[in-house]
């Protein structure tokens, strides 16, 4: 691994595509570090359960707040080091969360930064704490912890019914066997899913799906709430996870005082945060799924991942200026955003903006949810094709008809209600319409079925999609339809030439 702005995610994906068992490594910390979150709440809600933070072991439950805020710590730096646009945005989230701390806030950011800019100091500095000094304090603390445990010893929840073993080598086996189940379930998730790898960041290009690892969902879904982020984001950060956190400290002096009665008050609030947890962690779940513009964002960004890693394997490789430049330079990366910015204001791509996202204007009426905005120019996601050139011949009205949503459109036919002459191009009232709409059952008659075929396939053909196989006979037949209109029935003689001059010519 290499932590620089140039040379991050170049030697992740090298571990994960180009290593040999590579991704299995890597897959294996992903998920390692996953479930020891996991498993260190659980212990913890164990712990408050069983009554093991009371005296003598006060200081052993401290060790161990300190040793989850050290893991937590890990989970938050190790996220920005492959430099992918996740790790990326999200760690610039967390970054400004930091500003949000009372008095030095603004120190504190520039301190993890490395300055007052996000970027290759902050990815050294995150990556010398997530691999040099906070592995070290994990250590030092759990040699800690783990002798001050060994003093006071295990604390039987019911004294009557203690087991009658001993630590070595009962309760060790049982743990290896616990702990071999959870390397199993790490090494399985590492084989047949694999760690994700998103495209190399690039501050020029927005992430919308960006979100914190899932375990911190919850944090992420309760800022989210009107009443807290009208109270601010310091109050929402940093008070609210301050007090919780001050509360499971003093529990030791609560149970205390209170005697049992602290002790049933610290195992109400320790059930409640985290039946809390988890209904705001299904709430962000099930929000994100049914969220369409997130879901668009989604898709966008494991189709940039995997393009980059296909531009990566690729016989030019990444060049010197780093993995970014691949995305830059590429048609098939930059062509939907190019269209999104530029085109998708009149313009659809399939229905949406062309990265997938529903193109919304204001609603009508103040504080009214957007709605979706009509298109005043054609879908050009299927434009010229085999299904477009058919509506265009069964149905011209239909597939012209977002030309009514034009405002030169309405002005025109204000103008005309005023009486003035106007000419303009009307879907319902053009040469084609009348065409299309006079023979409509005529040409959907079985008679002309296929010659409609002939006449799209020729359309179609001569459109110049790239990459389409088109019917050499039907495209001549098509073409004689065109500019001869050899039709059966009453359409016979009525060619595209009589209007279409130039139908059939090469330029």
Not at 30 to 51: E, T
Not at 129 to 146: E, Q, R
Not at 159 to 176: R, Y
Request: proline residues 4%.
């Amino acid at each position: 691994y290499s932590p620089s702005t140039r040379t991050a995610w170049e030697s992740v994906y090298y571990i994960q595509h180009e290593m040999y068992l590579g991704h299995i490594i890597r897959g294996l910390h992903h998920y390692a570090a996953q479930a020891m979150v996991v498993l260190m709440a659980i212990h913890l809600v164990q712990v408050i359960i069983d009554g093991a933070y009371k005296a003598p072991r006060e200081m052993n439950f401290w060790l161990g707040i300190v040793l989850m805020m050290i893991v937590l710590g890990l989970s938050l730096t190790g996220y920005l080091l492959p430099w992918d646009q996740k790790g990326y945005y999200a760690t610039q989230v967390t970054t400004n969360i930091m500003s949000a701390t009372p008095g030095i806030g603004r120190e504190v950011q520039i301190l993890a930064q490395g300055g007052s800019d996000y970027g290759h100091l902050t990815l050294t500095r995150f990556f010398a704490m997530h691999a040099g000094i906070l592995p070290t304090l994990l250590v030092a603390f759990l040699a800690l912890h783990i002798y001050v445990f060994r003093r006071h010893g295990l604390t039987v929840h019911d004294p009557e019914h203690a087991p009658e073993t001993t630590f070595w080598p009962d309760q060790v086996l049982k743990d290896a066997v616990a702990c071999l189940a959870v390397l199993a379930v790490v090494l399985l998730l590492a084989f047949f899913r694999g760690a994700e790898m998103s495209a190399p960041a690039d501050p020029a290009v927005k992430f919308d799906a960006a979100r914190p690892e899932w375990y911190f969902l919850f944090l992420f879904r309760f800022l989210r709430f009107h009443a807290v982020e009208s109270l601010g984001l310091t109050f929402g950060a940093i008070v609210v996870p301050g007090i919780i956190m001050g509360i499971i400290a003093l529990m030791p002096v609560t149970a205390k005082l209170l005697g049992n009665t602290g002790h049933i008050l610290n195992k109400a609030f320790i059930w409640s945060l985290a039946v809390g947890v988890v209904v705001l962690t299904a709430m962000a779940f099930y929000e994100d799924a049914n969220d369409t513009g997130h879901q668009a964002a989604l898709t966008e960004a494991r189709r940039d991942g995997q393009r980059a890693i296909e531009l990566a394997s690729g016989p030019a490789m990444i060049p010197v200026e780093g993995a970014v430049s691949l995305l830059r330079r590429d048609p098939f990366t930059q062509g939907p955003r190019l269209f999104a910015q530029h085109c998708s204001s009149c313009h659809r791509y399939n229905g949406h903006d062309g990265r997938g996202s529903m193109v919304t204007e204001a609603g009508s009426g103040e504080g009214a949810a957007p709605v979706v905005a009509p298109p005043t120019a054609a879908d050009l996601g299927a434009f010229g094709g085999r299904e477009w050139m058919n509506a265009v011949v069964l149905d011209y009205s239909s597939q012209f008809t977002w030309l009514k949503n034009s405002h030169w459109f309405h002005d025109a036919q204000a103008k005309v209600a005023a009486g003035e002459s106007v000419d303009f191009i009307d879907p319902d009232n053009s040469e084609m319409a009348d065409w299309t709409g006079g023979n409509v059952d005529s040409l959907k008659s079985a008679e002309n079925a296929n010659n409609v075929k002939a006449l799209v396939e020729f359309l179609a053909e001569e459109a110049g999609h790239g990459g389409t196989t088109f019917d050499a006979a039907l495209v001549e037949r098509g073409r004689d339809l065109a500019l001869n209109g050899t039709w059966s029935g009453p359409l016979n003689g009525t060619s595209c030439a009589d209007c279409h001059d130039t139908i059939g010519q090469d330029f």
